[in-house]
């Protein structure tokens, strides 16, 4: 079983950065994409951006431009960093991992516990 722990979440003014790290118990390079999810109450989880093992990126468009992610599989763990946020950004954001080269919600193999980001404007 995979566990995937989740740090970095916290209060940020509007504007503000935070990156967010997912730590893996088991080798990224040999897990097919890794990805982040958000979760706003009342709201239902929407993907925010994932990478394949090859590299390549996609991105939600409500993040383009202000959100990267990436990893780094020496340590296996994957980033995401997230500059200019919005209050629209306040959420649970989860970390997944999915047997496939792109994520959806119904093929994520493997979730983290999440961890909180709030926006005040």
């Known amino acids: 079983q995979v566990q995937l722990v989740e740090s970095g979440g916290g209060l940020v003014q509007a504007g503000g950065s935070l990156r967010l790290s997912c730590a893996s118990s088991?080798?990224?390079?040999?897990?097919?994409?890794m990805g982040w999810y958000r979760q706003a109450p009342g709201k239902q989880r929407e993907l925010v951006a994932y990478?394949?093992?090859?590299?390549?990126?996609n991105y939600a468009d409500s993040v383009k431009g202000r959100f990267t992610i990436s990893k780094d599989n020496a340590k296996n763990t994957v980033y995401l960093q997230m500059n200019n946020l919005k209050s629209e950004d306040t959420a649970v954001y989860y970390c997944?991992?999915?047997?496939?080269?792109?994520?959806?919600?119904?093929?994520?193999?493997?979730w983290g516990q999440g961890t909180q980001v709030t926006v005040s404007s």
């Open positions: 088991r080798s990224i390079a040999s897990i097919n994409a």
């Open positions: 997944a991992g999915a047997r496939f080269l792109s994520i959806t919600i119904q093929n994520v193999a493997y």
């Open positions: 990478i394949t093992s090859s590299g390549s990126t």
